[in-house]
């Protein structure tokens, strides 16, 4: 029986203490629960993280907000195959290269070609081979092969077509053909669109002649598109900056929304609006072609443009607008006709275009009126100066389901570009270029590429449209970089620049360019400077691959461009 009791007692205890056990955690719970609603109470207008702002409410995100935004929990880093003490041994060979070449004038002993092989023969050949192939395609089509014949064919014949001796000698063609096409154009005069157009304007429109806008045309030419060290360029950003609106209408091309403003002095300027926040990420399940464009990218981009010496992209700024006064009171009447005010008393507008040019996805001020947008110089255009639209030989299917031909051949260069003779000259190089910047910016979506053509062969690449760059800081997409890891060229002057920014610290440079010259602030968010340094020294680790591969005198080329 005092066993019995004993127990009783015992269990009593027990649960007593189990009670008040749970009772002391459930006190604790509802206190931490209440101070983190007190918490988010008191921070309900700061903005979301990266990943927990979705596609579509980003669109809307208030960007009064977005400067504070907080930064990504994690940062995907690929590490560069190169080290810093490599760059710099990197940078002393080539530049020793370099100046060993300066000695030499014989092209043919520097790039010897076998007496037996030769480029139109080969060509012909080719091309032969090549129709060939198409005729075998259409017997397989009416045949009703299977598809997976016809890969398998085609991939044996990717690999079949391009010996390694092919190879050589076809690489040293073209470098036979870039040397020589610098001795040609080295001493070629430096022409100013100005000059274009002077003897039109003298008879058409002579007024013009006095502006501002004429002023800055004179520092465009066929190798840059301004000078920064010149008036013009700082009164042009002060004209972007400030200038009243005459007119706003929208841009007949293109897959979103961008405004045409007339601006006095003759000026003609591209405004693209805010979209998203600067913290916002291209979601990794969301396509190139379908991806929103970012004014803060196109305003990055420029400042990079300029920090690297290219000066190929027309100046842009940020700047802060009155939708109303701005935009709708300016605007013609198929632009003024897509205004409305939203439920939050916002005036908005949709415009006309593929992409998210409806009232779900409207431009609007937030609040009320206020709009940011990067406002960017209009250059001249048809029919008062000729453009050279070039399709890019690598561009991307822009495509859900099939991927471009380049991107599973790997002879793509030797195959395809170093046979078009259109590029056996500064284009190649121009190419590479473009492609080091885009890689830097993380924009894919590179379709065609735009030159001057009133300029002649001797003219430089205007890199236009830079809005999808800037979606990702957390990835770096090493397909950017496929034609120069397959055609393993690059300019000596670009990689002299691409070296003295390293050494100064880019994205220092780069943070310190857009604190200075912009009134926008904080147009990159800190983990895109990041991304901005670790991809440099990416390129520079793909360049110390090709050099291994084919020696500095075979891959860095002295075009005589600065």
Same mark, same amino acid.
């Given at each position: 029986?005092?066993?019995?009791? @004993? ?151 990717? $690999? ?172 013609? $009447? ?13 005036? +908005? ?60 051949? $790997? ?76 055609? +393993? ?30 009134? @926008? ?42």
């Amino acid at each position: 029986m005092r066993h019995t009791r @004993l127990r009783l007692r015992f269990t009593i205890l027990f649960i007593l203490a189990t009670l008040t056990i749970f009772s002391l955690i459930t006190l604790y719970t509802f206190i931490w629960s209440t101070n983190e609603l007190e918490r988010q109470e008191q921070i309900q207008d700061a903005p979301k993280s990266p990943g927990a702002v979705p596609f579509w409410s980003a669109i809307n995100h208030q960007n009064i907000y977005d400067l504070y935004a907080t930064p990504a929990s994690t940062i995907f880093k690929r590490k560069a195959n190169i080290t810093q003490s490599r760059i710099e041994e990197l940078f002393q060979l080539i530049r020793n290269a370099h100046t060993d070449q300066a000695h030499l004038v014989d092209i043919e002993k520097l790039y010897p070609i076998d007496p037996k092989w030769n480029f139109q023969k080969f060509l012909e050949e080719r091309q032969a081979q090549e129709q060939s192939d198409k005729d075998a395609d259409t017997v397989d089509s009416a045949t009703n092969l299977t598809k997976t014949t016809k890969t398998q064919r085609d991939l044996t014949t990717a $690999e079949k077509t391009m010996s390694k001796h092919d190879k050589i000698q076809l690489r040293n063609y073209v470098l036979q053909m870039l040397a020589k096409w610098k001795k040609e154009h080295q001493n070629d005069e430096i022409t100013t669109i100005a000059s274009i157009m002077h003897d039109e304007l003298e008879q058409d429109e002579p007024s013009k002649l006095n502006t501002s806008w004429y002023k800055y045309m004179k520092t465009v030419t066929n190798l840059r598109v301004y000078d920064p060290h010149s008036s013009p360029f700082k009164r042009l950003l002060n004209h972007l900056q400030n200038a009243e609106v005459i007119e706003a209408n929208e841009m007949p091309q293109g897959t979103q929304i961008k405004i045409i403003l007339d601006l006095p002095d003759s000026f003609r300027a591209l405004l693209k609006p805010y979209r998203v926040p600067r913290n916002y990420q291209t979601l990794p399940d969301h396509f190139y072609f379908s991806d929103i464009e970012r004014h803060h990218a196109e305003i990055a981009a420029f400042h990079l443009d300029k920090i690297l010496g290219f000066y190929r992209v027309p100046p842009v700024v940020g700047r802060l607008i009155d939708i109303t006064r701005d935009i709708r009171e300016k605007a013609t $009447e198929d632009l003024a006709n897509t205004f409305f005010i939203s439920p939050a008393n916002n005036t +908005c507008f949709r415009g006309h275009c593929s992409y998210y040019c409806d009232t779900s996805h409207a431009v609007c001020g937030k609040p009320g009126d206020r709009l940011e947008a990067s406002v960017q110089i209009l250059l001249p255009r048809p029919p008062d100066v000729d453009w050279e639209k070039i399709t890019h030989p690598y561009r991307r299917s822009y495509s859900a389901a099939r991927k471009a031909k380049w991107e599973s051949n $790997e002879n793509y260069c030797y195959e395809h570009v170093f046979l078009d003779e259109e590029y056996h000259n500064r284009l190649l190089l121009d190419m590479m270029d473009l492609s080091a910047f885009d890689f830097l910016i993380g924009n894919m979506d590179r379709h065609h590429m735009m030159r001057i053509s009133s300029f002649g062969s001797n003219t430089a690449l205007v890199h236009l449209d830079n809005g999808r760059s800037f979606g990702r800081y957390d990835y770096d997409d090493l397909s950017i970089l496929t034609p120069i890891r397959h055609c +393993c060229l690059f300019r000596y002057s670009t990689f002299a620049r691409l070296h003295r920014v390293y050494r100064q610290g880019l994205s220092t440079l780069l943070s310190r360019s857009l604190e200075n010259g912009e009134q @926008l602030k904080k147009i990159l968010v800190d983990e895109h400077l990041t991304a901005i340094d670790r991809r440099l020294e990416i390129l520079f680790g793909q360049l110390d691959t090709c050099i291994k591969t084919y020696t500095v005198k075979r891959v860095m080329i002295d075009d005589g461009i600065d």
